[in-house]
């Protein structure tokens, strides 16, 4: 499926567009909704609280149907025990206006959207509350599908069978998604014998049933999208609440017999994806490619720059400003340090492209500062002069500092990132020395700022023989730090398998921000999926997005966002060509972090799923990101 990449507010607009409900039946802004009475504003004396009923209800909607309604009754509780009714002297409300409103004491649903809400009776400072859930229902026909029967869900009535059972593939069991997310599949393996299938999107909220073919085949099984209405019902009702569990049965047409696949459980974040990503493509000649997560309009990633801005060589790592306005570049790869500078918004250079042709201007792998006044950059290839952390004018190229004792011409540094705070610059320091790009034996260690200069380095993840730690990246709260770990065959400290390259051993890790921190694995975003064969997957280069978000509906949830590269099966797909250190591409995939899991030495992460706004047919790499994707306008 290919959904328009909409914010919440344009969702539930979408939504609401649609209920055909008049102002009285809710606000449908998303906040509270006001109901009759004397707009409970005006206390009454003596009252100590108040009963809402009735209490606890679940309210059933057909999608796209009639919408349900409910009247409620407000019963005060005065000094002295006395009860009385006063539902015409309170204000009704919702703290959920996406699912219904109140009209005088009637709450009237949406016709889309189930979920849980709170419903509010007050009357000056005393509030009584209980809770609504509305719990959409919907029978669909796959579009994809055709030659459905008239009454598609008759055939399952038939026994069970084993040998009939099919197999979700993709995504992960317990995975969590952007409501947003663009593009999301099913995969599953059909079971012997069957031509018709059930899958069920089910929990407290949802019961959404989809009737299809195997309209998809492939490798053996078979994949489904979404259309945009079932999408847009499973995501909205279930933002920032329960796990959805979702289950396939397949039958025959005859209905001879029914399977019953394991159900695997997803769930939804509340907030949506926000910000850009600028990614590297390493086919058709390589480009940085872009997509905006806030536009209503794009639905895959665009060719944002190519070799045409270099001079026609190779451009590949890249570093995008907070703000979205510069781009710093590496191009002609290896031991050439040669960078394009852009002004994005004009896309035109803001310095010559061999200006920094010469040692010490040239740089390999880059990172901004907040302001985007100032880059930090490290050189260590060819006819390199300083193998520190070095500081570059964000407007002209030209290196301004060197944070001295960072880094030798034995043990030169690479792979910088600076802290979204600007207090911190985290980097490897290579124990092997190679090029900037592949060496051996790397240590995640940390400079911080000490007034107007930097402390000396810290260690967060040291020099181990048989292991090359790299791609320090902060998470966007710039308490703790991911990074990679790969490792070498026995006996070795350094090796094509473990040079910080496409090394199939790469696995994600977190540490704090501290000296002496535990290093945590990411166990569950680097769990292979069910169509691979091993745990070697190069989950590699690892980088935020940089907001901070809500996990759930509760206000001290936290959630962060990152993407990685990876050679992992895409479900039923086959892995894509790689060259010569592995024999597979790698896509770009995208994972949740609880940040609060970090501080009690807890795997914080989430089941990995496939960012789908890219090429999947591409090779694709090292996804930056920004707080807003800049408009090209010349």
């Known amino acids: 499926m290919r959904i328009p990449a909409l914010l919440s507010t344009m969702l539930a607009v979408l939504l609401l567009a649609s209920t055909g409900c008049e102002d009285g039946e809710g606000n449908g802004t998303g906040g509270p909704s006001n109901g009759g009475g004397n707009g409970g504003d005006v206390p009454l004396p003596g009252l100590q609280s108040i009963v809402v009923e009735p209490a606890d209800q679940v309210m059933l909607i057909e999608a796209g149907k009639t919408p349900a309604s409910l009247t409620y009754r407000a019963t005060g509780v005065f000094e002295g025990g006395a009860q009385r009714d006063i539902t015409a002297q309170v204000r009704f409300s919702v703290d959920n206006g996406f699912i219904g409103g109140f009209s005088g004491s009637t709450f009237t649903t949406y016709k889309n959207q189930g979920g849980v809400t709170t419903v509010s009776a007050l009357a000056g400072t005393v509030r009584g ?134 159900p695997l459980s997803v769930s939804f974040a509340r907030d949506d994806l926000t910000g850009g990503l600028y990614y590297w493509t390493t086919s058709n000649g390589s480009a940085i490619m872009r997509f905006d997560f806030s536009s209503a309009s794009q639905l895959t990633g665009e060719k944002f720059a190519g070799p045409e801005v270099a001079g026609n060589e190779c451009i590949g790592c890249h570093a995008l400003s907070r703000d979205g306005k510069k781009l710093v570049a590496e191009a002609n790869g290896q031991n050439s340090g040669r960078l394009v500078l852009m002004d994005v918004g004009s896309k035109t250079l803001l310095a010559p492209y061999n200006a920094g042709a010469s040692s010490p201007d040239k740089s390999i792998f880059e990172s901004w500062n907040p302001d985007g006044s100032q880059y930090v950059g490290v050189y260590a ?108 065959p026995s006996g070795t400290t350094s090796g094509v398998d473990c040079n910080a390259d496409s090394d199939p051993s790469a696995r994600l890790f977190a540490v704090k921000a501290e000296a002496g921190a535990p290093l945590i694995e990411l166990a569950s975003a680097n769990a292979p999926g069910k169509r691979d064969s091993g745990a070697n997957l190069t989950s590699s280069f690892p980088k935020w997005a940089p907001f901070l978000y809500q996990r759930t509906r509760e206000s001290a949830s936290r959630l962060q966002w990152f993407t990685f590269s990876s050679s992992r099966r895409y479900g039923l797909r086959n892995p894509l060509p790689g060259g010569g250190e592995n024999p597979n591409g790698t896509l770009l995939w995208i994972a949740a972090v609880d940040p609060d899991k970090v501080a009690l030495g807890q795997d914080p992460s989430y089941p990995a799923l496939v960012l789908p706004i890219q090429d999947i047919t591409t090779s694709n790499h090292i996804a930056q990101w920004t707080k807003v994707i800049v408009p090209v306008i010349r």
């Not at 593009?183 to 079971?191: D, I, N, V």
């Not at 329960?242 to 049965?249: A, D, F, H």
């Not at 090029?435 to 240590?443: D, V």
């Open 129 to 262: 509350t209980t809770q609504v859930s509305v719990k959409l229902q919907a029978s669909v026909k796959d579009p994809g599908s055709s030659s459905l029967p008239a009454d598609a869900a008759a055939p399952f009535s038939g026994p069970s069978s084993d040998t009939r059972k099919p197999d979700l593939v993709y995504p992960n069991d317990g995975v969590l998604m952007p409501p947003n997310m663009r593009g999301a599949e099913l995969h599953f393996l059909p079971g012997t014998g069957n031509t018709l299938f059930e899958l069920a999107f089910q929990n407290a909220v949802t019961d959404i049933k989809v009737y299809l073919r195997c309209t998809q085949p492939m490798n053996g099984g078979c994949i489904y999208r979404p259309d945009d209405s079932t999408w847009l019902w499973l995501t909205q009702t279930n933002r920032g609440g329960e796990p959805v569990s979702i289950t396939v049965r397949g039958t025959n047409d005859a209905g001879v017999a029914v399977g019953t696949s394991t």
């Open 381 to 488: 290839d060819a006819g390199a002069t300083d193998f520190n952390l070095m500081l570059f004018d964000g407007n002209t190229g030209k290196q301004t500092q060197s944070l001295a004792g960072t880094g030798s011409s034995t043990e030169p540094v690479t792979h910088p990132d600076w802290s979204l705070d600007g207090q911190k610059i985290a980097f490897v320091k290579m124990g092997v020395k190679g090029t900037n790009q592949r060496f051996g034996k790397g240590a995640i260690q940390m400079v911080g700022r000490t007034g107007s200069g930097w402390s000396a380095p810290v260690t967060l993840a040291p020099a181990v023989d048989g292991k090359n730690r790299y791609y320090p990246a902060f998470s966007p709260d710039n308490s703790f730090l991911l990074f990679n770990e790969s490792t070498c």
